[in-house]
């Protein structure tokens, strides 16, 4: 991930950049944990709002692999396909867990 | 440089909007949610509020009717960020917004929010662009449409039942309340918002609803108590549900209005304890009444003998005297326990008071109540069930004792109850009036419309049932009477009971 280009195109400075993506991880990498429960309780609800929690910061952040993975953990949950819904969620945990190597 | 309160549920737009306006040079206070966000209002008020609309406890749409609903609040701008502006057809200005921009990418969030602020610098009117700033970027999501139409489809459930709903956060601080509960509660919605559940209640109260919600905390199942709690003048049933599966752990409060059904029973139990305590008094003045003829008859038979002219015969008269009063007092005690399936029947008020003084009389002396009675003997009869109007008098004069024995003191004057009977014409009908006059306590002016509630009192709890006016009422309106009042606090009490002339009257 080119941090110097996002920033730029969010008209971000850089260093504020990084900040906001840091708290992005940390408040997802929670946020998964919820949408974890919320999966095996089968609460379409939750995971609807934990999905739309997920959409809307990674579309801030102009965060668009994230934000498509979000947009799949909806449509998938609102679609009954929990098994997609889990397998989205866990990719995304995967990116989470990975960018730390950014 | 502004003040501004950025409500958000999610810490990345908080941190977004604290940056971009501090480097502006703004002053930034941030909420998490709705009840932080009316914390933060009652010691700050900002230029500007930027809220999002989907948050948990209270809403985005809540906080803005609320903060509307507030004076010092009216310069204030309110502009939402919606991530649903696309899909949600709602006009924000029916919430009290200013403007509204959809949430999306940071750059064009920026500088729309950025450009609005500016505008607010140039136009110092709420003069702002009323469309939704963003939108053309955005698209309708599908499911957001879905949640939203389940959303409406639930609120309007919520809206339509009797029973009143309510949400506690968990610092027990209400954060929904459908419309039921309000009309319960009797406090509008936007300052029922915030309030702590249990200031609701009568202070004595408000221990065992803590103790309640704790049972429900720790137990983690639905809680109630057998008795009603009494709120804004009615009895109210509580149900307290913990809700799980849920990372804020709100609790749902059902309350259900039983007041006009604790109103039947407790007509239902006063009659049967009349008709309980009748019985026993007939037995007992049946009982009674042979001693005492005994009595009598022994003692006029000394009188007979030459016993005239000694001291013994005057002690002989008092006892016939003595005997004659608890007579009295038996025949007082049959007519208030006659059977109440009774017909109205003729009678003359000035029977009925005197059977009424007879009972209550001793008592008000006693406690240096001077009485003094006015009725004059030709009145006209009335068409009445006498010991139900003997109760009603009962109940009055009982009043006037308690408030009697209320007065300070240090005031001059003794206490006295004065009783008048006339006649009255209301609206071309004639009525025979009594009224009773104590120099009491009288009725303070802002409970005056309540004392003929049920269950309304200004005695202590456990003294009284707060049911004797509210009796008293329904009897002289099923006797299309009408029970009236006239009182200045700390002065006096009048009553007026008028009940209709027996019409057939020669």
Known sequence: ??????????????????????????????????????????????????????????????????LELAKSIEKTASDGELEETAKAAEIFQERLDNSGDF | MKKILVVDNHPIMLKFMSNLLEKKGHQVLTAPDGLSALDILKTNIPDVIFADLVMPNISGEKLCRIVRSKPELKEVFLIILSAIAVEDETNILDYGADACIAKGPFDKMGDHILTILEHLD?????????????????????ITQELLASKNHFEATLNNISEGILELSEELKIIYANP?????????????LSKVFTKLFLNNHQKKIEDLLKIQKEKQRMVTHDAPFEMNNKQVMLNIIPIKNNEHKPILVILKNITSQKQIEAQLQHAQRMEAIGTLAAGVAHEINNPISGIIGYAEILKDSDQKQTPDYDILNRIIKEADRIAEIVKNLLTFSRDRHEEKSSANIKDILSSTLGLIEKRLIKDGIQLSVDVPDALPDIKVRSHE???????????AHYGL??????????????????????????????????????????????????????????????????????????????LLFETVEGKFTKVMVNLPIHAVQS
């Open chain 1, 1 to 66: 991930m080119n941090f110097k280009k996002m920033s730029e195109k969010l008209g971000l400075e850089e260093d504020e950049y990084l900040e906001l993506v840091e708290l992005f991880i940390e408040t997802s990498k929670s946020d998964l944990k919820n949408l974890q429960s919320a999966i095996n309780n089968k609460n379409i609800e939750m995971i609807a709002g934990i999905a739309h929690s997920l959409k809307g910061a990674a579309m801030n952040l102009g965060l668009d692999y994230f």
């Open chain 2, 122 to 142: 140039t136009v110092r009117t709420h003069e702002m662009p009323k469309e939704i700033l963003g939108r053309e970027s955005l698209y309708g999501r599908q």
């Open chain 2, 180 to 192: 039921a509960a309000v009309s319960i509660i009797g406090i509008p919605e936007e300052t029922l």
């Open chain 2, 389 to 399: 109007i003997q109760q009603v008098f009962l109940n009055i004069l009982n009043n």
């Open chain 2, 405 to 482: 024995n209320q007065r300070p003191l240090e005031l001059s004057g003794d206490k006295f109850i004065n009783i008048k009977c006339g006649i009255n014409e209301v609206e071309g009908r004639n009525f025979i009036r009594t009224t009773f006059y104590d120099n009491g306590t009288g009725i303070p002016k802002n409970i005056l419309n309540n004392i003929c509630d049920p269950f309304f009192s200004t005695k202590p709890p456990g003294k009284g049932t707060g049911l004797g006016l509210s009796i008293s009422h329904g009897i002289v309106n099923n006797h299309k009477g009408k």
